[in-house]
C-alpha cells in the first residue's frame, strides 16, 4: 500500500479520487487547505503528492516550490482542470513529475502514478546504497589539517575539475578519490580504479583503452578498456608516477581530446570520464629528471590535494584509533570498548610509517589479541611489533635469518601474553625443554 497526498481545493474530487485509487493500493491522505497540507507532508511518509494547479488563494506552483524545497524526492503529480501547455511546461520546470487534467482516465492516473513511485523508490534505495558507501570510505580526522581536506573535498566535488591527490603511502589517497565522487553528480556512475604500478608495459594501453579480437597474441575477444568502462563515470589513476613516458603521452592524448582507440581499430569513441590522480611521489622532481611529462602534469593537476602523515597530525591517532577498535570490535563480536591510557601513549609515541593503514592494521591485530575488555600497552605493543616485522621483511637487505628471528620474537611474546608468563605451558605448547625457552626469551630480552 502506498502513501499519497492529494491537494486540491474541491472536496468532492478529493473524496472521489480517494475511493478511486483505494482499490488499486493506494491509501490517499486528502486535503483542501494548503497550510494544513504541508503539515501533513512533513509529518507523515508519502510516496507521490497530487497537486491541483489553482487554489483560492494559493498558486498550485508556489506550493509545489515549496513542497520541493522540504521534500525534493517526493515526486509531485500537477493536476487542473484547465490546463494549457504553457502552463504544464512552467510545471515540469519548477520540478514536476508530470502534468495530468483533471477527469483523465484511470488507467493514465495509474500509470503516472506507478512511475512516480518507481522513482520514488529508486531514490530511496539510492540514498541507502550512497550512505553504506558513504560509511564505507568514511574518513575520520578533528586536525586543521584534515578540515582543510574535507574542505578541498567539498569544494571541488560538485565540479567536473581533474583532481591530482598527493601523500605518502597509506595516508588515504584513495578515500580522498571515493569521497570527491560520492560527493559528485556522477556518484551512481562507474568508480574505476587503475593501479599503474602494477599494470605490465605491454598491458597498459590494452588496460586503458580496450583492444579487438586478435589485435595481438591472446587477445581472443573484444575487451572495453577501462576509460570505455569508466564512461559517464570516475576513473582513479592511482601511482600514476609509475607510468612510463610512452603511455603518459597516450595518456595525454585521452584527457586532452575525450577520446579514445581501441588496439585494432580504426574507430574513435567518445569518453565522458572524470579523472582523478594520486602518487607518493614528487612529480616536479620527476619531471626535472625527464620522468614525467610536464604537460601531463598541469592536465592532472588542475585541483591539487594533499594529504598530511599521520606523523603531521597526531591528535587525529585517538580519533582514528577509537573508530577502528569500534569497527573491528563489532566484526569480530568481541566486547572491547577501549584502550588503555599507557597503549595510546604508545600510539603517540610511535612513528607511523604506514600511515593509517598501518594504524588500522595495528587495531586490528589488537583486537584480536585483546583478552579484556581494554586494550592493554601490552596488546598494542604486540600488534605494532607484527607490523613492523611486516614493514622490515620488505627490506631487500634482510636475510633469511633475520626475518626468521623477528618471527620467532613475536612468537614468544605472544605465548607468554596468552599462557600469562607460565612456562610450563609454553614448553609443552611448542615442544621445547625449559633451557631451551629460557636461552630464546634471554635472547629477545622477553625476560
Known amino acids: 500500500m502506498y502513501n499519497l497526498l492529494a491537494i486540491d481545493d474541491d472536496l468532492t474530487f478529493l473524496k472521489h479520487l480517494a475511493s478511486m485509487l483505494k482499490y488499486q493500493h493506494y491509501h490517499t491522505h486528502i486535503s483542501n487547505n ?29 506550493l509545489l516550490e515549496q513542497i520541493k524545497k522540504e521534500r525534493p524526492y517526493v515526486p509531485v503529480i500537477m493536476i487542473s482542470g484547465h490546463s494549457t501547455l504553457a502552463i504544464a511546461v512552467k510545471a515540469i520546470k519548477q520540478g514536476a513529475f508530470d502534468f495530468l487534467e483533471k477527469g483523465a482516465d484511470l488507467d493514465r492516473l495509474l500509470i503516472t502514478l506507478k512511475n512516480a513511485v518507481t522513482q520514488f523508490n529508486w531514490q530511496q534505495e539510492r540514498d541507502l546504497l550512497l550512505k553504506e558507501l558513504y560509511e564505507q570510505y568514511r574518513m575520520v580526522g578533528q586536525s586543521p589539517a584534515m578540515q582543510k581536506v574535507f574542505n578541498q573535498i567539498d569544494f571541488v566535488a560538485p565540479t567536473d575539475s581533474k583532481v591530482l591527490i598527493t601523500g605518502e603511502t597509506g595516508t588515504g589517497k584513495e578515500l580522498v578519490a571515493r569521497a570527491i ?67 603518459q603521452a597516450k595518456l595525454l592524448n585521452v584527457l586532452q581530446d575525450g577520446e579514445i582507440e581501441k588496439i585494432g581499430s580504426q574507430e574513435t569513441l567518445k569518453v565522458d570520464v572524470r579523472v582523478i590522480a594520486a602518487t607518493n611521489k614528487d612529480l616536479k622532481k620527476m619531471i626535472a629528471d625527464n620522468r614525467f611529462r610536464e604537460d601531463l602534469f598541469h592536465r592532472l593537476n588542475v585541483f591539487h590535494i594533499h594529504l598530511p602523515s599521520l606523523r ?16 573491528y570490535a563489532q566484526e569480530y563480536n568481541k566486547k572491547v570498548v577501549g584502550i588503555s591510557e599507557s597503549g595510546v601513549h604508545i600510539l603517540l609515541q610511535f612513528n607511523w610509517p604506514g600511515n593509517v593503514r598501518m594504524l588500522r592494521n595495528v587495531i586490528n591485530r589488537a583486537v584480536m589479541f585483546a583478552r579484556n575488555s581494554v586494550i592493554s600497552a601490552e596488546d598494542i605493543s604486540m600488534a605494532l611489533e607484527v607490523d613492523r616485522a ?43 625443554d625449559r633451557a631451551t625457552l629460557w636461552r630464546k626469551l634471554k635472547k629477545y630480552e622477553l625476560v
Open 181 to 247: 565522487q560520492l560527493k559528485s553528480k556522477r556518484s551512481t556512475k562507474p568508480f574505476v580504479r587503475i593501479n599503474c604500478s602494477a599494470i605490465p608495459e605491454t598491458l597498459i594501453e590494452s588496460t586503458f583503452f580496450g583492444h579487438k579480437k586478435g589485435s595481438f597474441t591472446g587477445a581472443i575477444k573484444d575487451q572495453p578498456g577501462k576509460f570505455e568502462q569508466a564512461d559517464g563515470g570516475t576513473i582513479f589513476l592511482d601511482e600514476i608516477g609509475e607510468l612510463p613516458l610512452y603511455a
Open 390 to 432: 611486516e614493514l622490515v621483511s620488505t627490506d631487500k637487505y634482510l636475510t633469511l635469518n633475520e626475518f626468521l628471528n623477528i618471527q620467532e620474537r613475536y612468537y614468544l611474546r605472544r605465548m607468554l601474553h596468552l599462557y600469562q608468563g607460565n612456562r610450563q605451558k609454553m614448553t609443552d605448547v611448542l615442544g621445547i
Open 312 to 327: 603531521e597530525r597526531p591528535e587525529d591517532i585517538p580519533v582514528l584509533a577509537d573508530y577502528y577498535l569500534q569497527m
Open 34 to 62: 494548503p497550510a494544513s497540507a504541508m503539515n501533513l507532508l512533513r509529518e507523515g511518509n508519502f510516496h507521490c503528492v497530487l497537486l491541483d494547479v489553482q487554489m483560492p488563494g494559493v498558486s498550485g506552483r508556489s
